[in-house]
């Protein structure tokens, strides 16, 4: 009876999980799309197939070893940086201001609450917890408590510095907006509009930066949906399926959006706001997990940070539940 309650879990816990990375990975074709698209003046369906072309390379690179894989990624996220930070520097915002926001956040109806999701589910993307427990398994493994520690100052350094990375580019494009677009008056809902802006506002140069940005942020991205589906199929229902037939499964469905005319930037943002729903059910277990002694020995949790993270699952489940209850009742 208990097998199969746990088979029960573990086939729904693959179920949502699959379904956050479908979302990722149609927020990061999407996202190379719209970067080519922009860059180079093709149509959108043309785009989106020379993205799928990019992430198929990427997929081979990173199957000839994970040394090369990581330096083509380690690049393509510098080049993000640079093109964001540029972006920051010509927009020129004023630094009190972008202080207060950081400190004194506020929410202005529920645009404001779906946007706010969908940043919290593109920065930490909750997936990429699968996916890094698997990598850091094939790495170094300790052979007794003062390596570990020792590995795992390293892990949490890695963790860190990629948190503040991702939170950074995520903040740049806010600061941005509101510096440049809001200052000015001009609305801007989609990320072609933006694209203009860029270019009328502060001149082709900016505008290109902004391009690049959406194209090597999509890109590089591009394989951690199909590395990680691999893992949780194997690590939930102990399954697999090939590399390659998985990324074309997981290709066909922003290719639809695209041909059925949906609005692309709308389509990026709600599948950023899915992985913020997914967050809840890869923090929690890992919560139990890292607080339960029996498995992690002397790197358990302490109480304290056992308290922290449960209050910060808490409050991303409240906003989750008060955005469904605000998009559905009201």
């Known amino acids: 009876m208990q097998g199969k309650v746990f088979e029960k879990t573990?086939?729904?816990?693959?179920?949502?999980?699959?379904?956050?990375i479908m979302a990722t990975d149609l927020a990061e074709f999407?996202?190379?799309?719209?970067?080519?698209?922009?860059?180079?003046?093709?149509?959108?369906?043309?785009?989106?197939l020379i993205a799928a072309i990019g992430?198929?390379?990427?997929?081979?690179?990173?199957?000839?070893?994970?040394r090369t894989f990581e330096a083509l990624i380690t690049v393509m996220i510098f080049v993000v940086v640079i093109a964001f930070g540029a972006q920051v520097f010509y927009a020129n915002p004023d630094t009190s201001a972008v202080v207060l926001g950081l400190f004194t956040p506020k929410f202005e109806g529920v645009d404001s609450i779906l946007l706010s999701a969908g940043m919290l589910g593109a920065t930490v993307m909750p997936h990429a917890i699968y996916l890094h427990?698997?990598?850091t398994q094939s790495r170094i493994v300790g052979v007794n408590d003062l390596e570990r520690k020792r590995i795992y100052r390293f892990e949490l350094i890695d963790?860190?510095?990629?948190?503040?990375?991702?939170?950074?580019?995520?903040?740049?494009?806010?600061?941005?907006?509101a510096a440049l677009f809001h200052k000015n008056g001009a609305l801007v809902e989609d990320l072609d509009v933006a694209y203009q802006q860029f270019g009328a506002m502060l001149g082709p140069s900016v505008a290109m930066f902004f391009g690049i940005g959406l194209l090597f942020a999509g890109l590089s991205s591009s394989?951690?949906?199909?590395?990680?589906?691999?893992?949780?199929?194997?690590?939930f229902i102990k399954r697999h399926i090939p590399i390659y037939l998985r990324r074309v499964i997981t290709t066909v469905p922003p290719l639809l959006i695209i041909l059925w005319g949906v609005n692309p930037s709308k389509a990026l943002v709600m599948s950023q706001v899915v992985l913020s729903f997914g967050i809840a059910f890869a923090l929690v277990p890992?919560?139990?997990?890292?607080?339960?002694?029996?498995?992690?020995?002397?790197?358990?949790?302490?109480?304290?940070?056992?308290?922290?993270?449960?209050?910060?699952a808490v409050l991303i489940i409240g906003l989750n539940l008060f955005l469904l209850y605000e998009t559905l009742f009201s």
């Open 30 to 48: 999407i996202g190379a799309a719209l970067g080519i698209y922009l860059l180079f003046d093709l149509p959108l369906i043309t785009s989106a």
């Open 55 to 66: 992430s198929f390379a990427i997929l081979e690179i990173q199957r000839r070893g994970y």
């Open 133 to 135: 427990s698997s990598l």
């Open 223 to 235: 394989s951690v949906g199909v590395m990680t589906g691999d893992v949780v199929m194997q690590g």
């Open 10 to 20: 573990s086939f729904l816990l693959w179920i949502q999980a699959e379904a956050v």
């Open 286 to 312: 890992l919560i139990m997990f890292t607080s339960n002694k029996k498995i992690m020995g002397s790197l358990v949790n302490h109480k304290i940070t056992s308290s922290i993270a449960w209050l910060i």
């Open 159 to 177: 963790i860190v510095i990629a948190m503040l990375i991702a939170g950074a580019i995520n903040a740049a494009m806010v600061i941005v907006s």
